[in-house]
Structure formats: C-alpha cells, structure tokens
C-alpha cells in the first residue's frame, strides 16, 4: 500500500514538473512570436496594433535593413569603405565561429591535459588559477590589451583576435574537467596496450568521448560571441559585425530605422543564425552519450 502511494506521489510530481516546465517554455516562445509579428508591421500600424497581427504584412523592414543600414569604416590601407548589413554577416561568422572555435578547443585540451595529468603540481596550479580568476574580477586592463595587441599584429584582424580567444579560463573549464574526469581510464590503458602514444590518446580516444559536450559548448561560444558588440567594436573597427549592426539600431537618427519595428526586425535577423544552427544539430546536442563497452 505504501509503495503504490509512493508511486503516485512520484507520478504526480513528474505532472506537476511537466506541467511547470511547459507554461516556463511557452512563456519564453511568447516574446519570440510577439517580435516576429512587430518585425511585419509599420511604425504606424505598430502604435494602433500594438499586439495584434499586422494589418497588412510587410516586409519594408527587412529590405530597409540591408538598405540603409550601413558603417563607414577605414580599411588597413586607409581607404574609408562603406560595410552593409550583409557584410556584416560575414564578419560576424568569421568573428564568432574563429573565435567559438579556438576558445571551446583550447579548453577542451587543457582540461584533457589537467585530468590526465592530475599527479603534477602543475595540473593543481592551472586549476587553482581557473577557479581564482572566476572569483576575483579583473578591471581596468582594457588599455593594456589593446596595446600589447597592436604590438603583436593582432588588432584589426580576425587571426589576431582568434588568437587572442585562446583562453581556458573560464566556466567551460571546469565541464569539461568534470566531463574527463568521468572518462574510465580503461580505454587509455587499452590504447596504451596497442602502442598509441599520448597524443593519439588524446585524439582518437579522448575527444571522441566528449563530442557531444564539445559540440554543446561549441553551440554557446558561438552564440555568446556572435551576439558581442563590444569586442569587434574596440579590435576589429574595420570589420563590423551583425551585433554592431544592431547596435546601430538604436544610434540611428533616422526615423525609418529607429521605428520598434525596425529594431526588433534587426534582432530577428541576428536570432535567424543561431535557431536555424540549433535546428539542424539539436539532435546531436540533445543525444546522450554511452561510456559503455568496457569489458572485464
């Protein structure tokens, strides 16, 4: 008897969490459709309809976008060129994709190397200094960077700021040292048996493990740098991105791009990317992974 009420207790909780997490997940999906429906609308139907459906659908904004929206910016040669929104796409998929790329790769590794290594001093040190950098801020080093890069021929070009996102520090750290951490350390010692060195360990064991949390981490660099402004603002000048785009948004003095409408058709147009990037790979991100296969 106490068992069948445990197990409606527990059937009632899994509803009850089900049902929490749909009206959470509708609510999230209501700002999205409220966006696209302002995105089809004029300035004037937008102040009359403010919640409706548009009346009628027009595309105006979105045409107006990659019409007046515009930056005049100096190339390395000196020559001032004139960089449209769909430019702007272009950098900003070299910007975020270099950039997701080098800083999901060079944790990834660094945490393969800590775990791994976990015996020397030094593998305790690098993640003393990961957690100790999360907790204690760094302000006021903006002007050095921006000198040491000019100094080294990284600023205003994407190679320099791609390298300049080497970094482990970070949150992304510590998932994938907990990720390796809960790699059995059987199939490194049966690699090891068929003579693989460290670094075939590393590539064909190791990484093939943790694809999908790579994968996962990959997706939210990508969607964390592809939404900056700030950064290709100050190191890439020459090459504005989409979020820069955007951001002009709100800085237009000019009526036709500085409607409601006009604004949340740029943020439309910079949600486009990262959905249809979710869609086509939301399988692989959502699958789960099997460390199965050992055997005695």
């Not at 000198?147 to 482990?168: A, C, D, E, Q, V």
């Not at 990484?207 to 790579?214: A, C, G, K, R």
């Amino acid at each position: 008897m106490a068992s069948k009420l445990k197990k409606g207790e527990g059937r009632c909780l899994k509803i009850a969490l089900s049902v929490v997490l749909a009206v959470y997940a509708f609510s999230l999906f209501i700002p999205i459709l409220w966006g696209v429906l302002t995105s089809f609308k004029s300035q004037e139907d937008f102040r009359l309809n403010l919640f409706g459906l548009p009346n009628p659908f027009t595309l105006e904004n979105y045409l107006r976008a990659f019409e007046l929206l515009y930056r005049d910016v100096e190339n390395a040669g000196g020559v001032v060129v004139r960089v449209y929104f769909p430019l702007m796409f272009l950098y900003s998929f070299l910007y975020a994709g270099g950039c997701a790329l080098m800083s999901t790769t060079t944790a990834c590794v660094v945490a393969y190397a800590t775990v791994k290594f976990e015996k020397f001093k030094l593998s305790k040190v690098i993640y003393t200094i990961v957690v100790v950098t999360m907790i204690l801020p760094v302000i006021g080093n903006l002007p050095s960077e921006i000198h040491m890069s000019r100094l080294l021929g990284f600023y205003n070009t994407f190679p320099g700021i791609w390298i300049m996102k080497m970094t482990f520090l970070g949150m992304y750290f510590l998932v994938f040292h907990a990720t390796f951490r809960g790699v059995a350390k059987d199939y490194y010692e049966a690699a090891y048996l068929d003579g693989a060195s460290e670094w075939m360990v590393m590539v064909k064991i190791a990484f093939p493990l943790v694809t999908y949390t790579y994968l996962t981490v990959l997706l939210l660099n990508f969607i964390t740098f592809w939404n900056d402004y700030q950064v290709p603002l100050i190191y890439l000048p020459s090459y504005p991105t989409a979020a820069y785009g955007v951001f002009l948004f709100s800085r237009s003095n000019d009526t036709r791009l500085s409607s409601v409408p006009a604004r949340i058709t740029g943020c439309i147009y910079m949600l486009l990317p990262v959905l249809i990037l979710f869609i086509a790979f939301h399988k692989h991100l959502m699958g789960n992974l099997s460390m199965g296969g050992i055997k005695e």
